[in-house]
């Protein structure tokens, strides 16, 4: 198998942590941020993205998650219901452009909206790649602590921890 000819879209790159090992294992990896900082592939908004004349191995997407958190604490209860239109935006690419895999992530609190799932840790994945579960475990809360101090100490928090990226890459090459 040639790694390079697998191909990921990392959609909400932010520090790119979902990507990150497949980089290092040699895959064709473009990201989408709409934060030109953090100089993704694409900068832009993924609720605006064209159709990308390519095939897709693995479709990640990590949509803001702060609305969700906030409904998962009880002093927030009574904030408006979170805003919806992203992550509907993301299954609509998943629909219409049917990569091989997908992953979407985000926090406990969105399965009040998407509907229960698996997690590692305190990263709740919605998947159809099979044997997820038993590939990277069922956690319990992230331990690391990045707080005051760094400008980067709230995208820090949301980066993926690199054991998850690198144990989807090799379920996918293992599919491959
Ligand atoms: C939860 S963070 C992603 C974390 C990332 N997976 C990582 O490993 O670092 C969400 C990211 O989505 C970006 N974002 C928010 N709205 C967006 C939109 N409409 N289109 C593209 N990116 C967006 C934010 O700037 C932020 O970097």
Redesign the pocket.
Known sequence: MNRSNLVMLDL???????SQAMVDRGWTVYT????ER?HPTIV????HLPLLPFAVDLLWA????TEYTRKDLPWFRNQPEPDLR?YEATRAIITEWRPRFYVI?NVRGAQRYWGRTIHYKSRYLWTDIPLLPEIIGLGNRDKRSIWGGDPLAH?KR???PYAISDAIAATIEAFS
């Open positions: 909400f790159a932010g520090l790119k942590g979902a989408v941020e709409i934060l953090f832009g908004d993924v609720a990590s949509p803001p998650c992203l992530e995208w949301s980066k993926i």
